[in-house]
């Protein structure tokens, strides 16, 4: 005879009597888990994707607005302005690297690299000819503070 596991058999008949379903076999469990385990990693991705396209943006918007910068930046508190939203350029390309290195995000990542070459391009612009690497203009030379104080006039 048979061995047969009547608790096994018994729950059966209680989940049937009941009005519950069977219950699932391995596979269907393994199935379920897999579909819970893919749905929660497209969770995750998207996420992931939403993160950075939130630091990106406001980057990228202030990378192409700084070149139309409406205060004077030829020298003093104007000039140290524009230096510093050239930083945040630099240091925002910075933090989209790292995310997106951590995302495997690859076309992104590009673009952070691009940010920051532009955000390194600009501090240079701005950098060299003060520091006496790069002459400009001999009769007007480039420098960090205004003749007349802090106003950049």
Not at 3 to 32: C, M, S
Not at 99 to 117: D, E, F, P
Not at 136 to 143: F, G, I, L, V
Request: net charge positive.
């Amino acid at each position: 005879m048979d061995e047969i596991d009547w608790n096994t058999e018994l729950r059966k008949i209680e989940r049937e009597f009941d009005g519950l379903p069977p219950e699932p076999t391995p596979t269907q469990v393994r199935a379920r888990r897999a579909a819970d385990q893919r749905a929660e990693r497209l969770r995750r991705e998207r996420a992931t994707l939403l993160g950075v396209l939130a630091r990106l943006l406001p980057v990228v918007a202030l990378a192409g607005a700084i070149v139309l910068w409406p205060y004077r930046r030829d020298c003093g508190a104007g000039l140290f302005a524009y230096m510093g939203a050239e930083g945040v350029i630099v240091v925002g390309g910075l933090w989209l690297v790292t995310c997106t290195w951590r995302a495997r995000m690859a076309k992104t990542h590009g673009a952070a690299l691009i940010l920051i070459l532009w955000g390194l391009m600009l501090i240079g612009h701005q950098l060299l000819p003060r520091i006496g690497y790069a002459k400009t203009d001999a009769s007007n030379p480039a420098r960090w503070w205004c003749a007349d104080g802090l106003t950049g006039r």
